[in-house]
């Protein structure tokens, strides 16, 4: 595809439409151009393709790591989950009901179906219904009540990576899916005290892998009442602001009291011998982090993927038009990637791929542009007589090509890598910070988060709102109201800077801090 522009035409991008044209479609093209996941047969599911499962098992490598380095082991625990579990905390189960799949017989026999005609029919049903695992709270605490006996037992730091299935009608790759990909924390302890440290150390580290591996810049906060995880005490998030100034939560962790610990009697002997609950956690990020990544980095030629992790670091493209000067291009290619395979970089080792593949060199350099791989190098006969290498950035035009050596690109690589690492980070917080606005005026609050009306049918739909810092008295029917009038809801008050008492952008009631109202995935 060229990306030549016509004399007085619009310039030409990969991706249709654009992000200014029509965001939610822009986002599924970027997705399928990405070639990062496709819709399955099954309603609401998808099929994580390799680019893009890549990026989630780099993801995954990342977390494991702090997880274990801040002290959490991890396990399994069964994808079905006894009804009567769920029914142990009734918040809990209200919360996840009109959501859960649910299991009902365990074998299938020849009959008749529904619609009169012969076929396959479920048979032998079950004594009790199996949930197919919404969230692991209740099933998880059977076992911690098995584990749990005395506080020398404590604390308990368990992660689960797991699936999980929760029936949702809308779906949208990635953001929201009735099955997706996730990990799971769950810890008990001894003290309240112990539990809410837990809490917040977690949140730390979603914010901290958001930030320094994703380039996304978060608000860290507590969520209100009626956002609050179901049969949590307190629920805190992470959140983002995507391109179209719309809200992601990016990750949540939950100081879940003693609420599952009475459910599932998970139960201990204190140091003087009285017998007590424990204080539970759970703490969660999902495959959504993928939807986030593009959203916070793609432009309208497809992905752009943060280099520390990226599944390949650098693509080497082979030019090759004359068979002569295949074997000689081909060997300087393999030497180079050789040589770069040797380097590390945040914490593994540079990847390199070199595609040889039959294409033709301009579907090749647009194939890795929408993946978003962060460097492409082409190296030809010319090349070779001049002893260099044709260097391409992601972050830049893809008319941008670099010349040098080989050795000065071996010798820099690293460090362009990381470059590009922290101008993607600057570049989502300038986007952040310039759609972030304090609000106190009621009619300023409303317009802008209300669109305006197009000037034509073909005028692209305009981009409103962002992350409105306004004041808040935490009252539920406000909120409630607030959500079906505009859409937008409380993301979060934030942990830090937001104690500044006045009136209530919605009742003017007096209120004592400010929090984060958007709109939201």
């Given amino acids: 595809?060229?990306?030549?522009?016509?004399?007085?035409?619009?310039?030409?991008?990969?991706?249709?439409?654009?992000?200014?044209?029509?965001?939610?479609?822009?986002?599924?093209?970027?997705?399928?151009?990405?070639?990062?996941?496709?819709?399955?047969?099954?309603?609401?599911?998808?099929?994580?393709?390799?680019?893009?499962?890549?990026?989630?098992?780099?993801?995954?490598?990342?977390?494991?790591?702090?997880?274990?380095?801040?002290?959490?082991?991890?396990?399994?625990?069964?994808?079905?989950?006894?009804?009567?579990?769920?029914?142990?905390?009734?918040?809990?189960?209200?919360?996840?009901?009109?959501?859960?799949?649910?299991?009902?017989?365990?074998?299938?026999?020849?009959?008749?179906?529904?619609?009169?005609?012969?076929?396959?029919?479920?048979?032998?049903?079950?004594?009790?219904?199996?949930?197919?695992?919404?969230?692991?709270?209740?099933?998880?605490?059977?076992?911690?009540?098995?584990?749990?006996?005395?506080?020398?037992?404590?604390?308990?730091?368990?992660?689960?990576?797991?699936?999980?299935?929760?029936?949702?009608?809308?779906?949208?790759?990635?953001?929201?899916?009735?099955?997706?990909?996730?990990?799971?924390?769950?810890?008990?302890?001894?003290?309240?005290?112990?539990?809410r440290e837990e809490t917040m150390k977690m949140l730390e580290v979603y914010a901290d892998f958001a930030e320094n591996w994703m380039a996304m810049p978060v608000v860290k906060g507590r969520k209100t009442d009626g956002e609050r995880f179901p049969g949590a005490v307190d629920t805190f998030s992470i959140e983002a602001m995507m391109q179209d100034r719309k809200a992601l939560q990016a990750g949540t962790s939950h100081f879940l009291g003693q609420n599952f610990a009475k459910a599932s009697e998970i139960k201990f002997l204190d140091q003087g011998g009285t017998l007590q609950h424990a204080w539970t956690t759970s703490w969660g990020v999902s495959t959504r982090l993928v939807g986030?990544?593009?959203?916070?980095?793609?432009?309208?030629?497809?992905?752009?993927?943060?280099?520390?992790?990226?599944?390949?670091?650098?693509?080497?493209?082979?030019?090759?038009?004359?068979?002569?000067?295949?074997?000689?291009?081909?060997?300087?290619?393999?030497?180079?990637?050789?040589?770069?395979?040797?380097?590390?970089?945040?914490?593994?080792?540079?990847?390199?791929?070199?595609?040889?593949?039959?294409?033709?060199?301009?579907?090749?350099?647009?194939?890795?542009?929408?993946?978003?791989?962060?460097?492409?190098?082409?190296?030809?006969?010319?090349?070779?007589?001049?002893?260099?290498?044709?260097?391409?950035?992601?972050?830049?035009?893809?008319?941008?090509?670099?010349a040098m050596s080989a050795d000065a690109f071996v010798a820099g690589v690293v460090a362009m890598l990381e470059e590009m690492q922290q101008a993607m980070f600057a570049k989502a917080k300038a986007h952040q910070d310039a759609n972030t606005r304090t609000i106190d005026d009621p009619a300023e609050f409303r317009a802008f988060f209300t669109p305006k009306k197009q000037e034509s049918e073909n005028s692209p739909p305009e981009i409103h709102g962002g992350f409105a810092m306004s004041r808040f008295a935490m009252d539920a029917k406000d909120e409630a109201k607030l959500k079906d009038e505009l859409g937008v809801t409380v993301r979060c008050i934030p942990i830090e800077g937001s104690d500044d008492p006045g009136p209530c952008i919605l009742s003017g009631k007096p209120a004592t801090r400010r929090v984060v109202f958007a709109k939201s995935y």
């Avoid at 911690?144 to 929760?166: M, T």
């Avoid at 980095?297 to 068979?323: E, F, N, Q, S, Y």
């Fill in 1 to 195: 595809m060229s990306n030549q522009a016509k004399p007085n035409a619009a310039p030409q991008t990969a991706i249709t439409p654009t992000r200014d044209q029509h965001y939610a479609e822009w986002y599924q093209q970027v997705v399928r151009a990405a070639d990062l996941a496709e819709n399955s047969p099954v309603r609401g599911c998808m099929v994580i393709k390799p680019w893009g499962y890549a990026l989630w098992e780099n993801m995954q490598r990342v977390l494991d790591r702090m997880f274990k380095d801040t002290g959490h082991k991890n396990a399994y625990f069964p994808l079905f989950i006894p009804l009567s579990f769920l029914e142990k905390e009734a918040e809990h189960v209200e919360g996840f009901a009109k959501e859960c799949a649910v299991v009902t017989h365990h074998r299938l026999q020849a009959g008749i179906k529904p619609d009169g005609k012969p076929g396959l029919v479920p048979a032998g049903e079950l004594d009790e219904p199996l949930v197919v695992r919404p969230t692991s709270e209740t099933i998880i605490g059977a076992s911690f009540a098995k584990w749990v006996q005395s506080y020398r037992d404590l604390p308990l730091l368990i992660n689960q990576w797991a699936n999980v299935v929760r029936w949702e009608m809308r779906t949208r790759l990635f953001l929201r899916t009735a099955e997706f990909l996730w990990q799971e924390g769950h810890t008990a302890h001894a003290t309240e005290a112990e539990a």
């Fill in 292 to 402: 986030g990544l593009v959203m916070t980095h793609a432009d309208d030629d497809g992905l752009m993927v943060p280099p520390r992790l990226a599944p390949t670091h650098v693509v080497i493209l082979p030019i090759t038009p004359k068979p002569e000067s295949a074997a000689a291009v081909n060997e300087a290619c393999d030497k180079l990637a050789k040589r770069l395979r040797e380097l590390p970089y945040a914490g593994r080792m540079v990847e390199v791929e070199v595609d040889r593949r039959d294409l033709r060199g301009g579907d090749k350099m647009w194939g890795w542009v929408k993946k978003g791989a962060p460097l492409r190098v082409e190296i030809g006969p010319r090349d070779l007589e001049q002893n260099a290498v044709s260097v391409c950035r992601r972050d830049r035009s893809t008319k941008e090509r670099t």
